[in-house]
């Protein structure tokens, strides 16, 4: 089985959520997609984070797509970090082939992550272009330091086939949603 994983608070979740998914389901050729909703991200404040149990539901919602399965799976399996989530996942499911998803906004931040050249080094990755990251990330300390095992976006299909470390940065048509700017006009009203 091909599944790629989403990570993240999903507070909330929204249309760009599902819209990597649906090009990574297409794209990569993959089988699932599961939403992995954080109970908490050790890197955002607490203070304007939804209830889990909320985020989840509302994951499920926006989500609506048989290949797309939101999990609580960090909760169950007691993990905090991803680089031990994967590494649990793949004990897990040791014959499930991973990659890992995300915005070029979280290339960009993986080097604040705990164990984050781990997350390489674990599972395949694809970096989905998001609006205005692209040329920053591209030229960051994650993409500098595993430039080396970047492939082409021609190849991107075969991530789930190679070795870690492998990536790759996929230019999608880019969707406006941001789970910060739609908690910013919930504030304001």
């Not at 960090?74 to 897990?92: S, V």
């Not at 906004?105 to 993986?110: H, V």
């Not at 599972?123 to 500098?144: Q, T, W």
């Not at 021609?154 to 991530?159: G, T």
Request: charged share 30%; proline share 4%; hydrophobic share 40%.
């Amino acid at each position: 089985m091909k599944v790629g994983l989403l990570g993240g608070s999903f507070n909330p979740a929204h249309e760009g959520h599902r819209h990597i998914s649906l090009e990574a389901i297409k794209l990569l050729e993959l089988d699932e997609v599961w939403w992995i909703v954080s109970p908490q991200n050790p890197l955002k404040s607490s203070d304007d984070m939804g209830g889990f149990d909320e985020r989840v539901s509302k994951a499920a919602e926006i989500a609506n797509h048989l290949k797309i399965k939101v999990t609580d799976i960090e909760k169950k399996i007691k993990t905090r970090y991803t680089a031990d989530t994967l590494q649990k996942l793949k004990k897990l499911y040791p014959e499930t082939k991973f990659v890992w998803l995300m915005g070029a906004d979280n290339l960009l931040q993986i080097p604040n992550w705990k164990n984050w050249e781990n997350i390489f080094n674990t599972v395949s990755i694809a970096v989905f272009d998001r609006s205005p990251y692209c040329y920053k990330a591209l030229n960051g300390k994650a993409a500098r330091r595993f430039a080396h095992a970047r492939i082409k976006e021609s190849r991107a299909k075969e991530l789930l086939n190679k070795k870690p470390p492998v990536w790759s940065f996929i230019h999608i048509k880019r969707h406006s949603a941001s789970s910060t700017e739609i908690r910013a006009k919930r504030r304001e009203l």
